[in-house]
């Protein structure tokens, strides 16, 4: 069974600029959530979807913000980048809500200039 | 809310031998889940080991093993027999169980180890 993937890989961006990310979970999963990983605040929780809803929201700006689609991809969009968004965003998946096990992808690298 | 402490910025340990990473956590629940965590340099993370903290028993993985000590909140991994592929950050995280559906993970700062040869 293919693993989680994440779109793109790397991404280089200039402040003000929007980026959207993709994460296609393990399939039959129907959970995807989002970290960001950074040196100084290690890894945080963004958000999770499931069943194109927003179940749960990390303490993040408004800036950060997603969806989920019927086949439960699930993107990220970060609207005007700041230099602090440069990180390494992971996405998880797990099979429903109250699976406590989650698979995370690559990551897709951002930075910001 | 919950936290997550990794006493162990770095630790080191001789190819073949035994290492333990340090875990604590914080948490008034009484239903929850905790991880070990493996991120190799510029690779995936993956899940070293799972312990359910109703399960007095602790988990192992082949050379993989927690001492889990719930009073104390106290969750640390051993590796026994240490190979060059497990030098890597190491994060300890738990997920709080809400009546059956779980939250999300909540990660200590990582621990990184190296294996010298």
């Known amino acids: 069974k293919a693993g989680v993937t994440q779109t793109p890989r790397y991404l280089i961006k200039t402040r003000g600029q929007q980026v959207t990310l993709s994460c296609s979970p393990i399939s039959g999963h129907r959970s995807v959530s989002w970290y960001q990983q950074t040196p100084g605040q290690g890894l945080q929780f963004l958000f999770e979807y499931f069943s194109e809803t927003q179940r749960n929201k990390g303490n993040f700006p408004g800036r950060f913000s997603g969806r989920q689609f019927s086949n439960s991809r699930s993107e990220m969009n970060v609207s005007t980048l700041e230099l602090g968004d440069s990180a390494l965003y992971l996405c998880a998946s797990r099979r429903t809500v109250s699976t406590d096990t989650q698979y995370f992808g690559p990551g897709t690298r951002l930075t910001v200039l | 809310a919950q936290t997550v402490t990794q006493s162990q910025p770095e630790m080191s340990v001789q190819e073949a031998e035994t290492v333990t990473l340090s875990c604590t956590y914080d948490?008034?629940?009484?239903?929850?889940?905790l991880f070990w965590y493996k991120q190799p340099p510029s690779r995936q993370m993956i899940l070293v080991i799972r312990?359910?903290?109703?399960?007095?028993q602790n988990a192992t993985e082949n050379r993989f093993s927690v001492n889990f000590q719930k009073a104390a909140k106290s969750f640390s991994l051993k590796i026994s027999d240490s190979q060059l592929g497990d030098a890597a950050m190491y994060f300890c995280a738990s997920v709080r169980d809400y009546g059956g559906s779980q939250g999300n993970l909540i990660f200590g700062k990582g621990t990184k180890l190296s294996v010298k040869p």
């Open positions: 312990q359910e903290a109703y399960k007095q």
């Open positions: 948490t008034s629940e009484s239903d929850y889940y």
